[in-house]
């Protein structure tokens, strides 16, 4: 990505080196043991986890701190790089958007982004970096810890900074969703589904935030000085490696479709690049597809 002209987003949060507690039993990332169910969920939250992880991962298995009590990461702070970088992703999130909302008669509302170390608190509980970056509805943030994110984009071969950036720009889709009331249409419509069906709904959501952030890459394009040869390719990679068939297929060595709560490797690339191609919102609407 070219950034170098491009403007920092002033909705960035700094926590790093000194985030909240958050000391799980089921999963650390000291030299604990970890589970393969545990790992197959890390994997698949590692990127696109989208709401609430603490869901996923299970809340009550988290001990949250009392307020005010926080832990060091054990190292430096992140470079400030990684801070300019995703203050200006961030920042062309909210010009499309904001243009996008503008054309359709509305008015967008930024999210935040929080980039923190080790673990903090959110209004969705405690977030640790094993479990990816995430956006929470109840605050607004999308919360991302970089040093997670750097190390697993080496083990899982993902590389470049147009994949960061469709990482962000897929959870500020879940944003755009919250502010489009889909998170609450599917909060209600989980209270009475059985699990496969929760699982089906998850995935349409998760695939609709591609879909967004396809459209973020779509007017990129037009703008014509962001986006280099390479950009999308990184994008594409960065879908197909959090597919949720791939992950489980290294994770344990076969595939459970019904589990899937995010998507097939296709499926997120596919709706990926048909929010590339159009950049149109109409045509995101995986909730009427079989």
């Known amino acids: 990505m070219r950034l170098d002209d491009q403007e920092q987003s002033s909705n960035v949060e700094d926590r790093r080196g000194s985030g909240g507690s958050g000391r799980g039993r089921g999963m650390r990332l000291g030299g ?6 545990t790992i197959v969920v890390a994997l698949a939250a590692w990127y696109f986890l989208g709401i609430n992880p603490m869901t996923i991962l299970g809340g009550d298995d988290i001990q949250q701190e009392p307020a005010g009590q926080s832990q060091q990461a054990g190292g430096p702070v992140a470079d400030d790089q990684d801070k300019v970088f995703m203050s200006k992703v961030l920042k062309t999130t909210e010009t499309v958007w904001s243009g996008i909302f503008k054309q359709n ?4 509302q930024n999210p935040a982004l929080v980039l923190y170390s080790g673990a903090t608190r959110s209004a969705c509980g405690v977030g640790q970096a094993a479990m990816g970056p995430f956006y929470c509805p109840e605050d607004r943030k999308v919360y991302m810890d970089m040093s ?6 080496a083990q899982m071969g993902v590389q470049g900074d147009f994949a960061q950036g469709y990482v962000l720009a897929h959870e500020v889709g879940h944003h755009v969703q919250n502010l489009l009331g889909v998170m609450d249409k599917m909060a209600q419509a989980r ?11 998850s995935v349409r959501v998760e695939l609709q935030a591609d879909c967004f952030a396809g459209i973020w890459a779509h007017e990129l394009q037009k703008e014509g000085t962001i986006i280099e040869d390479g950009d999308i390719e990184e994008a594409m990679n960065a ?11 290294q994770a344990q060595g076969y595939v459970v479709p019904d589990s899937f709560t995010h998507g097939s490797s296709e499926q997120r690339m596919s709706w990926f690049k048909r929010g590339l191609a159009g950049g149109d919102m109409k045509q995101c609407n995986t ?4």
């Open 191 to 201: 209270s009475s589904m059985n699990e496969r069906q929760a699982n089906d709904l």
């Open 148 to 153: 997670f994110f750097h190390q697993m984009g």
């Open 239 to 249: 879908a197909a490696a959090v597919g949720d068939d791939h992950i489980q297929k």
């Open 32 to 37: 604990g043991k970890i589970g393969i169910g």
């Open 287 to 290: 909730f009427a597809q079989q």
């Open 105 to 108: 008669g509305g008015t967008y």
